[in-house]
């Protein structure tokens, strides 16, 4: 399995990103995508997560009502929108597959809930 993930780049504040993660390599077609975030000096965390049919969305409070995730279940491919970005979403984004995604919705933010990871994409937001 294979999680491209692009899109990362430097931005200034207020400005906008959009992250693409396509996956390979999956033989099931219901698994849940998401994004995860660390910034440096910092602990990992959930950014967003969307389930196999685009619903069961679910997102970070820091992030709600900035970024979106969506999904494209043809091209395999999840993306993140990042929208009135600060210098504190500076981060390495990665993408993370879910192959078999629980109806616990407490479970999705945890990184142990993931089977596979991307190997990061960069963004840096300046002040």
């Known amino acids: 399995v294979q999680l491209q993930a692009s899109g990362g780049g430097l931005v200034q504040a207020g400005g906008s990103l959009r992250l693409s993660c396509q996956a390979s390599?999956?033989?099931?077609?219901?698994?849940?995508m998401g994004w995860f975030r660390q910034g440096r000096g910092k602990e990992r965390e959930f950014v967003a997560r969307i389930g196999w049919n685009g619903g069961g969305t679910s997102y970070a409070d820091s992030v709600k009502g900035r970024f979106t995730i969506s999904r494209d279940k043809v091209r395999s491919t999840v993306y993140l929108q990042l929208n009135s970005l600060n210098p504190e979403d500076t981060a390495i984004y990665y993408c993370v597959v879910d192959v078999e995604p629980r109806s616990i919705t407490s479970s999705w933010s945890s990184q142990s809930g993931y089977d596979y990871w991307g190997q990061g994409t960069l963004v840096t937001v300046s002040s």
């Open positions: 390599g999956l033989t099931s077609r219901t698994y849940a």
